[in-house]
């Protein structure tokens, strides 16, 4: 299957079409899956014409592939702007915190999370996301290396980084399985957030 896009955008008007249409595919893929998502419903909800999409996208599995990509990279980004911003707060806290916006930003759409995890080896996605799943546990060695004072016990940055960043991935992805209603009542980000402080050895009132 084709699952890389026909042509890239240049023009700003292209990006917003292109993103509208990501919107709608994350929404019908969502509601009705990708089996049952059709391009003329993603489409129809996305306001353009088929034979606008089909100018970016050659089928939904390329329009997943993308979704799948922009997702992890918007993963990503969060991640990094997360430790800039709570690089003043209490350890403890910044951990928390960290756990909840990861949990609340799988809890939008879980449905379309479930079809990009079980796609992803099919799209060729895997090599992708591996990469940008090892960038994120480099913004996360590199904020324990510059706050290991703030632990109660001797860690390697990057090794602590491979085995929380791991740890939080295969959680959360099992949960967006078998226990989702834990992504949108704060059960899994409060556990996350447990689990994390209590690897790292950081004391918490709670």
């Known amino acids: 299957m084709a699952v890389d896009p026909r042509k890239s955008p240049k ?55 993308a979704l799948i990509e922009r997702e992890a990279s918007a993963d990503l980004e969060a991640l990094r702007v997360h430790f800039e911003a709570s690089a003043s707060l209490p350890l403890a806290v910044a951990i928390d915190r960290a756990c909840e916006e990861l949990v609340a930003r799988h809890a939008r759409n879980p449905g379309l999370y479930r079809w990009m995890l079980t796609y992803v080896p099919a799209l060729g996605q895997h090599a992708k996301i591996r990469a940008i799943a090892a960038q994120g546990r480099a913004l996360l060695r590199d904020m324990l290396g510059r706050r290991r004072g703030e632990l109660d016990r001797e860690l390697e940055p990057a090794l602590a980084a491979m085995i929380l960043g791991s740890a939080i991935e295969a959680a959360v992805h099992t949960a967006i399985f078998e226990r989702p209603e834990t992504l949108g009542d704060g059960t899994l980000a409060r556990e996350l957030g447990r689990l994390c402080r209590g690897y790292l050895g950081v004391s918490s009132d709670d």
């Open 11 to 65: 023009q700003r008007r292209s990006r917003v079409t292109i993103d509208v249409i990501l919107e709608a595919t994350a929404r019908i893929v969502g509601q009705v899956g990708l089996d049952r998502a059709t391009t003329n419903r993603i489409a129809e909800v996305a306001g353009v014409s088929i034979g606008s999409l089909y100018q970016y996208f050659p089928g939904k599995e390329a329009l997943l592939a």
